[in-house]
């Protein structure tokens, strides 16, 4: 990767900084017309390294892939360490987007390649639903202290009404994202729901959040991507911290794969002998759960990566990655 024009961009949601390689800042508004000037200031063989900022750097990232510019785009926990160590003390956007460069310099970049369209589609699905489930659970605690208060019954009905309307739109949302996976990853879809434990919503998140697994080479960078894996703390004889799952990554999908957990500690096998064996060495219920979600993602993992459903007998997924 010849990196001679490395540029350094800092997104904002109206207007992004640009230190190119000449450390010369620039500042291009967010919308069409600031792309297209960008893309004529810079040279073809350019790599613009960008932050993960939400939403906000989609677009730009999107618009120079399709015109044949290279785009890295970085974690901003990776950024910020990165800064940290050079003790920067100003934070401004121009200092921000030329930190952004030197990382791009001196560090291992992956080029960015967008999801397919079917799969942002059913992220942005998914993400709403989500949103209308929570909404709909509000409301129907809602409903149950009016209901116990005697409340007015036009207020209960207007309640009622709209969880009817959230419950339809929710069904609408969930059976779109399964017409949409199963376009280009219907088979990856009915083998993660093969999983004893792992539900049609949970094995539609994995797929959605993980580029259907494209962008992992092992179980362990997947645990640690969604922040399920164990972390240690320990320093001489001064620091013993007791082992905990780093919390980092996607939270909703931690959240899915701990209720699977309950499950899966009941009925799948492979996972009620792992919880069996570490409750049996005293170890807290809740520990066992998690060990049991690091179980269900690793099993998922090498589902995926071998094409064939889930073997309840089968007691080797262990041994994969």
């Not at 499950?263 to 049991?292: D, F, M, T």
Request: glycine residues 4%; hydrophobic residues 35%; proline residues 3%.
């Amino acid at each position: 990767m010849n990196k001679d024009h490395v540029i350094g961009i800092d997104i904002s949601k109206q207007s992004f900084d640009v230190v190119d390689s000449h450390e010369k800042h620039q500042i291009y508004t967010q919308d069409l017309e600031g792309f297209k000037k960008f893309c004529k200031a810079i040279p073809k063989d350019s790599i613009c390294v960008m932050e993960a900022t939400g939403i906000y750097h989609l677009q730009l990232a999107n618009y120079l892939f399709q015109n044949n510019i290279q785009v890295a785009v970085i974690n901003p926990l990776r950024i910020k360490r990165f800064i940290q160590m050079r003790l920067r003390r100003n934070k401004t956007d121009k200092s921000d987007a030329s930190m952004i460069r030197l990382y791009g310099i001196n560090q291992d970049i992956d080029l960015y390649k967008p999801i397919d369209s079917n799969l942002q589609k059913s992220k942005d699905n998914y993400q709403t639903m989500e949103q209308f489930i929570n909404i709909r659970a509000s409301l129907k605690n809602k409903l149950k202290e009016l209901q116990y208060k005697g409340s007015d019954t036009k207020l209960i009905q207007i309640v009622e009404s709209q969880l009817v309307t959230l419950t339809e739109s929710i069904n609408e949302l969930d059976a779109e994202i399964t017409k949409l996976l199963n376009k280009n990853h219907g088979p990856l879809l009915s083998n993660l729901k093969s999983v004893v434990g792992i539900g049609p919503r949970t094995a539609a998140i994995l797929i959605i959040s993980s580029d259907a697994f494209k962008q992992f080479d092992s179980a362990k960078q997947l645990a640690s991507y969604y922040g399920i894996a164990p972390s240690e703390r320990s320093s001489g004889t001064s620091l013993r911290k007791k082992s905990h799952i780093s919390k980092r990554g996607n939270p909703l999908v931690r959240k899915k794969l701990y209720m699977c957990s309950l499950q899966a500690a009941r009925y799948n096998p492979a996972c009620l002998e792992l919880y069996q064996r570490l409750i049996a060495k005293g170890k807290p219920k809740k520990l066992a759960l998690i060990a049991v979600a690091n179980k269900l993602l690793r099993i998922a993992f090498a589902i995926a990566k071998s094409n064939i459903p889930y073997d309840r007998e089968y007691r080797s997924y262990r041994k994969s990655a």
